[in-house]
């Protein structure tokens, strides 16, 4: 059974920084490509950051570039999403997601569909 678990959300100031953590189980995290979306109550669910299964490609929502970086450490299972000069536009329950297929080195990486396994989520609030 494969299970994802987030964490590092939280209520931040505008401008200032998180650090999300996402751990897997119950598959073989280095094979897959992970992501991140996020969800304001109402709306659909965006995509915001993905990263390939060897970590050397990344890919990001524009809303984001240059403020959100994602990384992974494949010997703790780990992916992470850091969060520099938030906004509170940035507000929203934030899921990371593995990809459905493996060793995957196309460029299908944000769309929700592409993805098979979600966490819980985690809650980001920023304050204005």
């Known amino acids: 059974q494969v299970q994802l678990v987030e964490s590092g959300g939280g209520l931040v100031q505008a401008g200032g920084s998180l650090r999300l953590s996402c751990t897997a189980s119950g598959r073989t995290f280095s094979s897959y490509a992970m992501g991140w979306f996020r969800q304001v109550a109402g709306r659909e669910r965006e995509f915001v950051a993905a990263?390939?299964?060897?970590?050397?490609?990344?890919s990001y929502a524009d809303s984001v570039k240059g403020r959100f970086t994602i990384s992974r450490d494949n010997a703790k299972n780990t992916v992470y999403l850091q969060m520099n000069s938030l906004k509170p536009e940035d507000t929203a329950v934030y899921y990371c997601?593995?990809?459905?297929?493996?060793?995957?080195?196309?460029?299908?990486?944000?769309?929700?569909?592409?993805?098979?396994?979600w966490g819980q989520g985690t809650q980001v609030t920023v304050s204005s």
């Open positions: 997601a593995s990809h459905g297929r493996s060793y995957y080195s196309g460029s299908y990486y944000s769309s929700k569909a592409a993805y098979n396994y």
């Open positions: 990263i390939n299964w060897r970590g050397d490609s990344t």
